[in-house]
């Protein structure tokens, strides 16, 4: 038997959703909704990327936009931060970010919160006249496509670009392919510093050459498989499958049907791609791909670059790239320059300020990272002292603390149903606090600290340095927010997922753990050690030593219950507070 939500999205999913939409904004808005069918439209609606705010927060919703790999072209970046200014206001302010801000992802694209639905079709109006969409970026269907976002800019093994914007254009916008079992992650890059996290998609393309009739070729290698969540991650398969540039968009549009017409549609916990894959075996997916999807005879694998992948692999700074974040030569003899948004939430006003800079300095063009981070690009040598010194990059530096630099945030419970901790506004506390109070050696210039509400892990907690998802644990009598707290993740060569230290700490003696933690790798490290090689270094039981809850003079805000903090939420009891004698809520999107 078909799972409910395949029988909330049987009749009307895709492309025709947008008339529903529209027709539901003129005729009412959220009011024009029939009660008893909330559930079926808000499971629909998150194809075009409008998802509906949590309990308490009715008639207001999410949208989340597409940009495959990150670019935002001239004049985009500018008009989301109009339409946030104007529409995404919520009732009251934030007590941390203000009022009228968006929020950037971890798969390069962005979401601006408190929309109302009869405000939908100028929204839409305003960022199409300019090609930016939300189609396709909710809801169980192809993501937003992720690449490494200096594609065409920086140098690379073999040029990805052609064909991401072949998965954008045909495949994503094929609307035969709108209704997966579940939703789909794609990336390709065609560099050699892993920026794309292959690892972690249900299918990624990585650089590879191999020698064929004499002659070596540069293409991509395969992987499927890849995915966070649940507390049941995946490192991606190698397919063994080697595919030339020209034929790399048949494999990939492949898969996609190969997991449209095979993947599991009863049970939602177990129908991810990764389960799929691991499931049928690389060889029954590769003999299937051949005799039912492809036409042309596939490779065998070749040789990849993954011992020179850097991107978040816990090498030394010095070994090369592990962000986007700072200046960087581009192929072309220009600059780019990447700044830090600690947690990715930036004010309406300031991401208009950084469009103007990218107008001023560069081409226009803004690029967006898998690590909540604008990069401005194509800026001259001789603009590049200018650039620093505006007032908008002290606030959003070039060169920002360890801390900040590593740091990622997921939504939380301000928004989020099945969250189970406030996320941004205490993580962006805690970058402070951690800036005061921790002195790390000078040669230590990242620890990337992911923080996730809930084992869905969508700020990728499991792939950290020092990985945090959110819990629920009694203290003096009381249920109040709590981390897990976990070591030793990464991607890179050979990805891992971290190891967990300590479980359900209180959020207000969190953070004198990580500081004692942090003060022992200051101690105990090798010479030029990195926090990820330290751990790999270091008894289990020794690490769980270090990691040991303190309470400090840091102020915890929202203990009791995020969910009542500062939003007028409705009073009836919170998934957090029903969810506190589970391991977690539920995953779900």
């Not at 790999?536 to 009791?560: G, I, K, S």
Request: charged share 30%.
């Amino acid at each position: 038997m078909a799972h409910k939500k395949e029988e909330l999205k049987d009749g009307c999913y895709g492309d025709e959703v947008r008339e529903h939409i529209l027709d539901f904004a003129t005729d009412g808005g959220y009011e024009a909704i029939p009660e008893d069918e909330h559930e079926k439209w808000f499971t629909r609606f998150k194809f075009w990327g409008l998802f509906h705010q949590r309990s308490g927060q009715e008639s207001y919703f999410m949208m989340r936009l597409t940009n495959a790999s990150g670019i935002l072209e001239p004049e985009q970046l500018r008009t989301i931060g109009e339409v946030a200014r104007e529409y995404a206001k919520g009732p009251v302010e934030n007590p941390e970010f203000g009022n009228g801000w968006i929020d950037l992802t971890t798969r390069q694209s962005v979401q601006l919160h408190w929309l109302e639905l009869e405000d939908v079709p100028a929204i839409w109006e305003k960022l199409e006249s300019v090609g930016v969409h939300s189609r396709s970026a909710g809801g169980d269907t192809m993501r937003n496509i992720s690449g490494c976002p200096l594609h065409g800019k920086a140098e690379e093994f073999v040029e990805a670009g052609p064909l991401l914007e072949r998965f954008e254009e045909e495949l994503r916008k094929d609307d035969a392919l709108a209704n997966m079992p579940r939703k789909f992650n794609i990336s390709a890059s065609g560099c050699t510093v892993g920026c794309a996290q292959d690892s972690i998609n249900d299918i990624g393309f990585e650089p590879a050459r191999k020698e064929i009739d004499g002659e070596t070729v540069r293409g991509f290698n395969v992987r499927i498989g890849g995915g966070l969540g649940g507390r049941q991650p995946r490192a991606a398969t190698p397919l063994d499958v080697f595919v030339r540039p020209e034929n790399a968009y048949e494999v990939g549009r492949g898969f996609v049907e190969l997991y449209h017409d095979y993947g599991d549609r009863q049970n939602r916990s177990k129908n991810r791609a990764r389960f799929f894959a691991e499931d049928w075996g690389m060889e029954q997916i590769r003999e299937t791909l051949q005799e039912e999807y492809v036409e042309f005879d596939m490779h065998t694998a070749g040789e990849d670059f993954r011992e020179e992948y850097t991107y978040n692999a816990g090498k030394p700074v010095e070994d090369g790239q592990h962000d986007h974040v700072g200046v960087g030569d581009q192929k072309d003899g220009r600059n780019y320059v990447g700044l830090s948004v600690p947690v990715g939430r930036l004010p309406a006003e300031d991401a208009i300020e950084l469009a103007d800079l990218a107008d001023e300095y560069g081409s226009g063009e803004v690029r967006l990272t898998r690590r909540q981070n604008p990069v401005i690009v194509d800026v001259a040598d001789e603009d590049l002292d200018a650039l620093l010194a505006e007032p908008l990059l002290s606030e959003y530096p070039a060169e920002p603390s360890p801390f900040e630099r590593g740091a990622m945030a997921c939504t939380g419970t301000e928004f989020c149903s099945i969250a189970l901790t406030e996320t941004k506004g205490r993580m962006a506390r805690m970058l402070r606090w951690f800036n005061a109070n921790v002195e790390l050696p000078d040669d230590v210039g990242k620890i990337k600290m992911h923080y996730s509400g809930c084992t869905a892990d969508c700020g990728q907690a499991m792939t950290a340095d020092i990985g945090l998802q959110g819990m629920r644990a009694r203290k003096d009598g009381e249920m109040v927010e709590a981390f897990d707290i976990g070591v030793g993740g990464g991607v890179g060569e050979d990805p891992s997922f971290i190891d967990w230290v300590q479980q359900r700490v209180p959020a207000d003696e969190a953070p004198g753990a990580i500081r004692n933690l942090l003060e022992a790798y200051a101690a105990h490290r090798s010479e030029g050690q990195t926090f990820r090689q330290w751990v790999e270094a270091t008894a289990e039981a020794q690490l769980v030593e270090f990691c040991e809850p303190e309470e400090t003079d840091f102020e915890a805000p929202y203990m009791a219950d995020a969910k009542q903090s500062w939003y007028p939420f409705a009073e009836s009891e919170s998934a957090a507070a029903a969810a506190a004698d589970e391991s977690a809520a539920p995953s779900d999107d």
